[in-house]
């Protein structure tokens, strides 16, 4: 059905609220034109008025219309639209400012702005929309132009013209009486509806708004609107349609009576949704790249406070307090596993948490279910992500939504594959933390745990006092244990490497062979390779290559050291040595948690001689961790010894590096034990 006027509503004024119409044109001239045209291209609205459509227009070479090739308004009566620049006010070609010309089934040209990809409408779209064929049910007078909009030559037929043009508008165009009920729309806003445009006229705008809150909005600025307040406006609601929850805008101008009494208004519905869309996720972006800007600064003061303090509490001091203060987050807290491995504990927080750490358990055990992003961030050493709302959130539902939060990132500390605590940011939105925000928080959490690895490991390197913790299992389960078992011998470490994720352990061999220690460790579960370093009478030795000991990975990764291990006949000992400052309980419950067959049997103090410290300048200070490695291990596989107990292409395969690398290891190595020796004799003499 085509588009009509079911009251004398003056349809000047619902085209003037249009918006994006810029004129209406009638042959080759303009019957109406509005302000925004005449400011786009620098002409009185007076002088456009009744002007041919090239004053404003880029007409295409002469030598081309020459050649029959069709103006802009030809194009758009023969194809339904064309869209094209205006003319600048400098007269050149204004690409930035498009506009869209639409014929009507009267052969006027309707322009309007091109700002959107769906203001070129095809030919099917045309149709779809109706005509004006049946006519209008009444006769307004579209003589007198609406504000803004100057007339020339008007028309004979300005009704259909009218109509004509809504017709051309993608958008839902309405007109209201004074008590805000339709008196006219177009088949635009009905198909918007899911209705017809019989249904709605006459209903009252507001029971299409979906809740009480856009209901009041909408009485206020009627209210607003009866009282003179404003003239135009623009209202913006959430509403049910038949494609689901639709964001909706609505411009409109109000048209008062001659007599100044308010009589309605006439405006525009277009669909906003995708629009809001658009700008929520560019607002989310933004958001999202000043977290990672955020993220990234926490990187580098953890490395700034790491290289000042080499302070664990100061480094997660830092880290709460910089993530608090972002806009994006309400609170965070580190914590770390209690003493029985069982909770989560605070170590340190920042932020407003009302108590909320005092209201809650987080619990650490080994579950799949009732731990909680913190929970499962620490048994899994995987960032972890939940929302309040979420089933396995609900223990701590009512805790998290009575202080605003609505979603929560848990981050591992971590260096490989130890997990020394976890960071909890909570958020108040939902979906806070975004896929590029969690690698961010990944990359944080791993520099953390090596900030608290580093410390571990430099308080054991430096420290002038030790606690030896001693250990003792009857299991045979160890691969020393179970060999010492079958061979009915005594192993006992004698020094050993880490080999990126394998062990090289150098045991020394009592009352049985190393071949026979080699042949029986074949098939063992976890030995990689074994070998015969020495067989000499007194220097009985061999070599272990392990693909996994998860003894020695649980007491580097705590920052301690393992400093002797004896097996005889499937039991043993093996001896911990870790700084005198360490937390002792919290090492030991780690140790007694990863390997509960082991009995801690005693604790000593000791005070630890020159020769076990590491001066921070000795001769080995210069050297990376790789070379580092290549010479113990090359010591422990008697390379250095006379005759050599192990060749440097065999030392390289306990590596698994290439022989001529570990040559230039062990050359650098050597020149900088000679440096300082050299250098230390000269200094003396």
């Known amino acids: 059905m085509a588009d009509s006027v079911e009251t004398t509503t003056d349809l000047v004024d619902v085209l003037d609220a249009v918006p994006g119409v810029l004129a209406v044109q009638t042959g080759e001239e303009f019957a109406a034109v509005a302000d925004e045209l005449a400011a786009a291209v620098g002409t009185p609205v007076e002088d456009l008025a009744g002007a041919r459509w090239e004053t404003v227009l880029a007409v295409e070479d002469p030598e081309a219309l020459a050649r029959g090739e069709r103006t802009p308004v030809a194009a758009a009566r023969e194809d339904g639209s064309w869209t094209g620049p205006l003319l600048a006010n400098d007269g050149e070609d204004d690409a930035a400012r498009t506009v869209t010309l639409r014929a009507t089934e009267g052969n006027d040209v309707v322009w309007t702005r091109a700002d959107r990809p769906e203001d070129v409408a095809d030919a099917d779209a045309d149709e779809e929309r109706g005509t004006a064929e049946d006519g209008p049910a009444g006769s307004p007078d579209l003589a007198q132009p609406a504000p803004g909009v100057a007339s020339g030559d008007a028309p004979a037929d300005e009704l259909a013209r009218a109509n004509n043009i809504i017709g051309t508008v993608l958008d ?90 308010y009589r309605g208004s006439v405006g525009v519905i277009r669909d906003v949704t995708d ?189 002038e006092s030790a606690v030896e913790l001693e250990f003792r299992h009857d299991d ?25 994720s394998e062990w090289v352990l150098y045991f020394a061999v009592a009352d049985a062979t190393p071949e026979a220690v080699v042949a029986a460790a074949e098939g ?68 007694r948690r990863e390997h509960p067959t082991l009995e801690l049997a005693a604790r000593r103090e000791r005070d630890r001689s020159m020769d076990d410290t590491a001066p921070a300048d000795g001769p080995l200070s210069e050297l990376t961790d790789r070379q580092r490695q290549s010479l113990r291990a090359a010591y422990h596989a008697g390379y250095f010894r006379w005759p050599r107990e192990s060749t440097a292409e065999e030392v390289a395969d306990s590596l698994d590096v290439a022989a001529p690398t570990l040559h230039g290891h062990i050359r650098k190595a050597e020149r900088a034990v000679f440096d300082a020796l050299f250098e230390s004799s000269r200094t003396e003499n």
């Not at 179970?482 to 061979?487: E, H, I, M, T």
């Open 524 to 591: 063992v579960e976890r030995v990689a390779a074994a070998s015969v370093v020495s067989d000499a009478a007194d220097r009985k030795r061999v070599q272990l290559r392990l693909t996994d000991s998860s003894f020695f990975d649980t007491v580097s990764d705590a920052g301690a050291a393992v400093t002797g291990e004896v097996a005889t006949d499937g039991a043993g000992y093996v001896t911990v040595e870790l700084p005198a400052g360490a937390d002792v309980r919290s090492v030991t419950g780690l140790i």
């Open 275 to 463: 629009r809001e869309h658009r700008e929520r996720a560019l607002e989310r972006r933004r958001d999202e790249l000043e977290t990672l800007d955020h993220i990234n600064e926490l990187l580098l003061e953890t490395t700034r406070e790491l290289v000042a303090s080499a302070n664990r509490d100061a480094v997660e001091r830092r880290v709460c307090e910089q993530l608090a203060s972002s806009d994006r987050y309400e609170f965070a807290w580190v914590g770390e596993r209690s003493i029985d491995g069982e909770r989560i504990v605070p170590r340190t927080s920042a932020g407003d948490d009302d108590g909320y750490l005092d209201a809650i358990t987080v619990p650490a055990h080994d579950s799949e279910t009732d731990c909680g992003p913190s929970g499962r961030a620490v048994r899994t050493g995987a960032v972890q992500v939940g929302t309040v709302d979420d089933g396995a959130f609900e223990p701590w539902q009512d805790a998290a939504a009575e202080r605003g939060f609505g979603s929560v990132a848990a981050v591992p500390l971590h260096y490989d594959d130890t997990v020394y605590g976890v960071l909890s940011v909570y958020a108040a939105d939902a979906d806070a933390f975004t896929e590029r925000e969690q690698a961010g928080f990944d990359v944080l959490g791993r520099t953390v745990g090596f900030v608290i690895h580093a410390v571990k490991s430099q308080q054991l390197l430096n420290a």
């Open 172 to 261: 839902g165009v309405y007109a209201l009486d004074g008590d805000l009920r339709f008196t006219f729309v177009n088949e635009a806003l009905a198909r918007m509806f899911g209705t017809t445009k019989q249904e709605l006229l006459g209903t009252p705008v507001k029971e299409l708004f979906a809740n009480e809150d856009e209901i009041a909005l909408a009485d206020d600025i009627r209210e607003r609107v009866v009282e003179g307040d404003t003239s135009t406006g623009t209202v913006k609601a959430d509403v049910q349609t038949p494609a689901g929850p639709r964001t909706l805008e609505s411009n409109y101008r109000l048209y008062p009576e001659p007599d100044g009494e």
């Open 476 to 500: 045979p389960g160890p691969v020393p244990a179970r060999l010492s078992d079958a061979l009915a011998c005594t192993l006992e470490l004698d020094g050993y490497v880490p080999a990126g």
